[in-house]
Nanobody, 126 residues
Framework: QEQLVQSGGGLVHPGGSLRLSCAASRRTESNCYMGWFRQAPGKEREFVAAINWSRIGTYYADSVKGRFTISRVNAKNTVYLQMNSLKPEDTAIYYC???????????????????WGQGTQVTVSS
């Protein structure tokens, strides 16, 4: 079974930055996607960003475009989420996820992901 171990997160003031990381326990195959989702209290889990391993294609939610950047280090099977210009509405538990094989255009759908990290809290508050 794939294991995803997250790190990062914490408390930051509005306008600040954080970087999250997610390490996979096994090799990332060419068809794999890794993504980030978040869930605020009382809300549904929502897509944040995703990256395709083979083509290095990236996808972002409209709400984070221009502020968040997803990246990878292939040799470490690790994906990062750099979050800049953080807003209070970014406060949520952030989850990384992986999909062994995902259809084009489906990277935003939580149901298409097979494995999930444990989640890490990001709190943006003054």
């Amino acid at each position: 079974q794939e294991q995803l171990v997250q790190s990062g997160g914490g408390l930051v003031h509005p306008g600040g930055s954080l970087r999250l990381s997610c390490a996979a326990s096994r090799r990332t195959e060419s068809n794999c996607y890794m993504g980030w989702f978040r869930q605020a209290p009382g809300k549904e889990r929502e897509f944040v960003a995703a990256i395709n391993w083979s083509r290095i294609g990236t996808y972002y939610a409209d709400s984070v475009k221009g502020r968040f950047t997803i990246s990878r280090v292939n040799a470490k099977n690790t994906v990062y989420l750099q979050m800049n210009s953080l807003k209070p509405e970014d406060t949520a538990i952030y989850y990384c996820a992986a999909a062994d094989n995902i259809a084009p255009g489906a990277a935003r759908a939580p149901s298409r992901y097979d494995y999930w990290g444990q989640g890490t809290q990001v709190t943006v508050s003054s």
